[in-house]
């Protein structure tokens, strides 16, 4: 029989009216209160990161390939659907998907409105998943290969300024020798929170550009790629760079919208910050729990000392209690934060300012696999915590402690 697992037993089970028992909640309260806030913050910033992010990849993918141009125009110049990159990704490695677009200004005016905005092409082999999850009306655009669609998908932003709503007609002037004009028909209107997005782009088919700009079907205003693995865009670009032809230019989703990303990287740093105060509030608790607990049996421990016990066995006794308290933390803890982030995931109670945010609510990313490491990470240094306090059993003295009171 484990005889320090017995006596914790029963330590636990006769001060429940003692000092020890208030202070041993409080230390389950902090361990509770700590994870829980700790898995919330996880699932808020891989909320934020994932949403904004998908946002900023349904408009540019992750790696873009265009034109060399030093005139830093929108619409560029063309190039060749011969990239030197295979259109199947079998020479670059990473590569899930290849995409072509190209961008063209253009003034849209309805009755009483007009607006500048920049048209974006594509074809029928763009990935518009993305882009679908950010439809607020509509649909995405229907596009095939033996005619060009006069369909387009508009912001919300700019479907409010121009006074269009879903299957409507509007004129696009395109200011060019001769200047052309071309209607087209809203089929979706989306909302994404970027200004950067929301006030500029419409979405076409790329025949129309092809058209106005009297492209061939080997042309387009270029390549947009998208990763499987989003955290390999540093080698995947390098191998890129080295496949494409020379004339060609690279540009990285992170270095196109660097604040962005570079927003996300502090809003990282701050949560770390703020865990590690909450981690070191916990430990602390159950320091001072366990110190409290030894002083309060300090006669029992110079009794058992008396009787033969040894240090190592009257420490594990403690040891016990405190991995008893950890456990029933962590699962409160557990409960209390899943249950809110649930809670927020399916009903989005809490709202959030878009124009500061880019989104409407809170938003919760599910990640067990950190939600597990978080559970380890405070239940091992809690532990770890443990055993500080759990030294000072070796310097009592047996005669003193049995006339301690």
């Not at 005889?3 to 509770?32: D, L, M």
């Not at 607020?136 to 033996?146: K, N, P, T």
């Not at 970027?194 to 205003?221: A, K, M």
Request: glycine share 6%; charged share 20%; hydrophobic share 45%.
């Amino acid at each position: 029989m484990n005889v320090s697992r017995y006596i914790s037993k029963k330590i636990t089970a006769s001060a429940s009216e003692s000092f020890t028992s208030s202070v041993t909640k409080i230390a389950i309260i902090s361990i509770a209160i700590g994870l829980a806030i700790m898995i919330v913050s996880f699932a808020i910033l891989e909320g934020f990161r994932n949403q904004i992010q998908d946002k900023i990849f349904s408009f540019g993918a992750h790696l873009q390939i265009t034109k060399y141009d030093t005139n830093n125009s929108l619409e560029g110049l063309p190039i060749s659907t011969n990239t030197g990159l295979s259109p199947h990704k079998n020479n670059v490695p990473g590569i899930a998907h290849m995409q072509p677009f190209a961008r063209k200004t253009a003034i849209v005016k309805t009755e009483g409105e007009v607006l500048g905005v920049v048209l974006k092409g594509i074809d029928q082999t763009y990935d518009l998943s993305a882009m679908e999850r950010n439809l607020v009306a509509g649909r995405v655009l229907q596009i095939v290969d033996s005619v060009a669609s006069d369909e387009v998908m508009v912001s919300k932003k700019i479907a409010d300024q121009l006074r269009l709503e879903i299957g409507e007609e509007a004129l696009f002037y395109f200011v060019q020798n001769p200047p052309r004009v071309r209607k087209f028909k809203i089929v979706g209107i989306y909302k994404t929170g970027l200004d950067e997005f929301d006030n500029v782009y419409v979405f076409s088919d790329l025949e129309h550009i092809r058209d106005l700009n009297n492209w061939n079907d080997t042309l387009v205003g270029g390549y947009e790629i998208i990763l499987k693995d989003f955290r390999t865009i540093d080698q995947t670009a390098h191998n890129v760079f080295d496949k494409m032809n020379y004339d060609l230019q690279l540009q990285k989703i992170t270095d196109e919208y660097a604040q962005l990303f570079d927003w996300l990287k502090l809003l990282k740093r701050n949560v770390i910050i703020f865990l590690v105060l909450i981690v070191f509030v916990a430990t602390f608790n159950m320091v001072s729990t366990v110190f409290i607990m030894i002083m309060e049996r300090t006669h029992m421990i110079g009794v058992l000392k008396a009787v033969g016990a040894t240090n190592y066995q009257i420490r594990k006794i403690f040891f016990y209690n405190g991995a008893k308290l950890t456990f029933k933390g962590l699962l409160w803890g557990n409960v209390v934060g899943l249950g809110f982030c649930a809670i927020q995931y399916y009903f989005q109670l809490i709202p959030l300012d878009p124009e500061n945010y880019y989104m409407d609510t809170v938003p919760i990313h599910w990640n067990f696999g950190v939600i597990m490491i978080l559970n380890a990470a405070i239940f091992l240094l809690t532990l770890l915590s443990v055993l500080l306090p759990t030294a000072l059993v070796s310097r009592i003295k047996p005669v003193k402690a049995i006339r301690f009171d």
